[in-house]
């Protein structure tokens, strides 16, 4: 270690209050983690309501007490509850802080060959704030009348007067929203001023340029929802009408308490202004990750680097003017919904491209099944069947019938949890080695990987046909209708596939733990990859290069004619490589 | 601040004028208020005065007529672009509808 | 401890051109601008909703409350604390600490100026007289975005406190980093400046 002539920081400067890039990735990581666990556990409970209304729940029935579950079943408002925080969580405390925070955190700068982030006490600042929201977002369970339950869109009028738990919600998002700002903020400067030399912008890798343009969408973005936030603050604190119309009358009563004059599309704008962006904000580094493990498990470079890049930089300019398609319900007016339907089928030729350019880069590629790869190969079809039933959703007539449906949520879960989340696990497999120095088990990960793969489809496949049905995704018991009734047996299946999802990420929590101790011991390349973050040693230390790289080469040289190896490092000189040792 | 305008003692002449500026434009403005002049006009004039105060602070104190940074004037045209698309949703509202109906057509 | 080998804090990046904290902080009022654009966008949202007559009109004139003079004085003041901020990092740029420091005390109290001419003047009459921000929506976007403007005030005479007192031992160990820090301090407080601009005709005179 280099830690021998400096002196060495106390237990709390290391591991708590520590300003390395390195351990704030790996706080974000576990944190987010654990939040992503405690979402999926929400949504188990949910399943249970869905699949068997109104029945005792087995065994944890009782421990939620009379408020939310008097005699073992769910009341509505804590089903209410659940699914607002289960989105709630997934995506701002879940996917968001693994994507940027861990990933982008840890990765972004050993791959770029900076000692840290641009600014490392905002770094640290920017976790803790997070947790801060985090800490937020639980307690609000335990305030009366439980957790936010207006959905995680929190829609007024509803929202305005829902329960204490959306004041809190409130308080939660500022925070998050600052967290991500911040975050945002350091990893541009970093990206732009902290580069080694020789690493143009065309050199590299593609997962810091979806870092790049990722941040350029959270920089932008976000504001406007935390000026909503701070709006809808002041009507639930300071009585004002940002969202409340004149004569609204909420269960029959006429509200004369409110000054009217407000609107709630004003919300719906400001919401999804951030919201849609915040789409490409999942899925922008998941591709990342996703083309960085394709790339060294083919042996060979990316189908058309450069046409990726483009497509990314396109992808989020045109991601800030396609927010309307998720109210053509609204009665915006027949123009703006066209606009934005055509918009819509624009934004889709990007993520097309980038589609293709990864299913090509296959191509003849010589390639090994590890566990990353896997999981980057599953990625592919189920973002692509993601990406496409949104297609419907972005025109006009075929929303009409689609809108608020189970096919919705089949159609985002599709992009967010076989598509981005399983890019999440590849991101762990493959860079698990670099932070631990150790390999996870890969028996326990093609376990992990197959049996994920079969229950995530069984849990969302059946919300195609769901939705079509014309069952609304925000129903507690779909069986009272007659049409709800006729695929309820669907919704059955979905649960089961949901419970067992959750059995099969055991043999990952297993092999994550387990591994960091017993785990064999690599070297600091293991998969024989070229980009700079498999320079530095497994772990890194402080600082992470002994000594500052240069690069001479693209990021993908993978089996380049007449090298002496099938991968060319990037800091790797060109005489170095065709030597024939 | 490069070498280029390292004598920045030059500036100081230059930042006393633009303060002289804005003082007289925001009497202007103040003043324009009481020309009662028809709501879009007096609208007009008021955010022209105001962009004209914005564009001096900008230039000269934030130093925006010395940057030769492209990563600067980069963001800003990115975030003037985006700017514009935010502020222009309540067009949207009134596309199909006269203006005034806009929330009475809700209730 | 790892800010002394991380590169361009204070020195500017050859090809860029700009030191860390210069991009950082003009990243920053990128995002601030959305911010104070979605209030804007509120605003505007609200303003050409309401209707033309009846109770919840848009007030103008007199009916608004707000008196042009204490706004004006306030936009004076403003500038003129703008002034003082850039002058303050011109005799920093000058090395001429004791003048610079001046200056900056200056500007924090002109800012401190304005806050208390907002809550004295303003916020508490109009809460004498019983407009709060729930009485129409015109007086709940004018006390939403003129005490957001307020905080960030608020927030700058912090940052501008803590570089007169601590925060001035930067000087005596590095000048061009604490001249830096003093210029990003300016950008912000410049951008503060700006958004008033656009406030005062837009509640005030309109």
Redesign the interface.
């Known amino acids: 270690m280099s830690g021998d002539h400096h002196h060495e ?1 106390s237990f709390i400067r290391k591991y708590v209050f520590s ?2 890039h390195k351990v704030i990735g790996v706080q974000y990581g576990i944190t987010a983690l654990s939040f992503l666990f405690l979402g999926f556990c929400l949504m188990m409970l949910m399943r249970w309501q869905l699949a068997y209304p109104g029945e005792k729940m087995p065994y944890i029935g009782n421990i939620f007490g009379e408020a939310a579950m008097p005699g073992g079943v769910m009341l509505p408002e804590f089903y209410n509850s659940l699914g607002a925080m289960h989105g709630t969580i997934m995506i701002f405390l879940g996917v968001v802080p693994l994507l940027v925070g861990a990933f982008g955190n840890y990765v972004m700068p050993l791959q770029i060959g ?3 982030m ?3 006490k ?1 770094n640290m600042m920017s976790y803790w704030v997070y947790f801060v929201g985090g800490v937020v977002m639980i307690t609000s369970f335990f305030v009366p009348g439980g957790a936010a339950n207006s959905g995680w869109t929190s829609y007024p009028p509803l929202s305005d007067i829902a329960t204490a738990g959306q004041t809190w919600w409130l308080f939660g998002m500022v925070c998050l929203i600052t967290s991500s ?1 911040l975050g ?3 990893f ?2 970093t990206i ?3 580069r080694v030399e020789g690493l143009t912008m065309f050199r590299l890798p593609f997962f810091v340029w979806a870092q790049l343009i990722t941040s ?1 969408l959270l ?6 929802l ?3 936030g ?2 809808q603050l ?1 009507d639930r604190l ?5 969202f409340l ?3 609204l009358v909420v269960s029959g009563v006429l509200q004369t308490q ?6 709630p ?2 919300w719906q ?2 919401f999804w ?1 951030l919201a849609h962006p915040e789409v490409y904000v999942l899925i922008l580094p998941a591709l990342g990750i996703v083309a960085e493990v394709i790339a060294n498990n083919t042996r060979k470079p990316l189908w058309g680097y450069r046409a990726m890049i483009y497509s990314t930089i396109f992808l989020g300019f045109m991601s ?2 396609v927010w ?1 398609h998720h109210m053509f319900m609204t ?6 919904s066209a606009f934005f339907a055509t918009t819509t089928m624009i934004i889709s030729i990007p993520s097309v491209v980038i589609l293709t350019a990864l299913v090509i880069s296959l191509y003849q590629g010589a390639i090994r099944f590890t566990v990353p790869m896997l999981f980057a190969l599953a990625f592919l079809p189920m973002f692509a069947i993601g990406g496409l039933t949104g297609l419907p959703l972005g025109l006009p007539a075929a929303d009409i019938h689609l809108h608020d449906t189970y096919y919705v949520i089949g159609h985002f879960h599709y992009v967010v949890a076989p598509g981005t989340i399983f890019a999440i696990f590849a991101g762990i497999y493959f860079w698990y080695p670099k932070v631990t120095g150790r390999m996870l088990n890969s028996t326990l990960g093609y376990i992990h990987f197959f049996f994920s793969f079969i229950f995530i489809n069984i849990v969302f496949m059946p919300m195609f046909w769901q939705g079509m049905a014309g069952v609304s995704r925000r129903l507690y018991n779909q069986t009272v209708y007659a049409h709800g009734d006729a695929v309820q047996s669907l919704t059955v299946m979905s649960s089961w596939g949901a419970w067992m999802l959750g059995l099969a990420q055991i043999p990952f929590i297993i092999n994550f733990f387990i591994s960091r101790f017993a785990g064999k011991k690599v070297s600091n390349n293991p998969w024989h990859a070229t980009t700079l973050e498999w320079l530095a040693p497994s772990p890194p230390p ?2 992470n290069f002994e000594t500052v790289p240069v690069v001479y080469r693209g990021p993908y040289e993978y089996s380049v004619p007449g090298a002496s190896e099938d991968f060319n490092p990037q800091h790797v000189t060109t005489e170095a490589c065709s030597s024939v040792s | 601040m490069s070498d280029a305008h390292a004598d920045v003692s030059k500036h100081v002449k230059a930042y006393i004028a633009v303060f002289a500026t804005l003082a007289v434009l925001t009497i202007i403005t103040v003043w324009a208020s009481t020309w009662h002049l028809s709501h879009p006009m007096a609208i007009a004039v008021a955010l022209a005065i105001a962009s004209v105060k914005a564009t001096l602070v900008a230039m000269i104190f934030m130093h925006l007529k010395w940057e030769k940074a492209g990563n600067i004037w980069f963001v800003i045209v990115l975030t003037v672009f985006f700017f514009v698309v935010l502020v222009s949703i309540p067009a949207l509202m009134h596309s199909d509808r006269p203006l005034g109906t806009v929330f009475s057509s809700w209730g | 401890m790892s800010a002394e080998v991380l590169p361009y804090t204070i020195k500017p990046h050859p090809v860029t051109g700009l030191y860390n904290g210069k991009f950082g902080v003009w990243l920053f009022l990128a995002s601030e601008v959305m911010l104070f654009g979605a209030l804007f966008s509120t605003y505007i949202f609200l303003r050409i909703g309401a209707p033309e007559t009846g109770p919840a009109a848009w007030p103008s004139g007199e009916e608004t409350h707000l008196s042009w003079k204490i706004g004006g004085l306030n936009t004076l003041i403003l500038i003129l604390s703008s002034v003082t901020m850039v002058l303050a990092w011109v005799q920093f740029k000058m090395d001429n600490f004791g003048k610079g420091r001046l200056y900056l005390a200056i500007t924090a109290i002109l800012a401190i100026a304005f806050v208390a001419i907002k809550f004295k003047f303003e916020y508490a009459h109009k809460f004498h007289m019983d407009i709060v921000p729930s009485t129409s929506v015109f007086f709940a976007i004018y006390y939403t975005m003129t005490g957001l403007h307020a905080l960030h005030i608020i927030g700058g005479v912090v940052v501008i406190c803590y570089f007169i007192g601590p925060g001035a031992k930067l000087w005596d160990q590095n000048r061009e980093y604490y001249t830096n820090r003093i210029e990003c301090t300016g950008l912000y407080w410049h951008f503060v400046d700006l958004v008033w601009i656009f406030l005062f005709p837009i509640l005030y005179l309109l």
């Open positions: 920081p300003v390395d900076a000692p840290d641009a600014f490392p905002l700002l945002s903020v350091n541009i400067v732009i001023q902290l350029f920089l932008l973005a976000f504001p406007p935390e000026a909503a701070v709006l002041m300071a009585g004002t009408s940002f119309p004149e004569g409110i000054s009217g004059g407000g609107s599309l004003l704008h400001l202004f800030f003017i309307a009665g915006m007016g027949t123009k703006i402080h600082g």
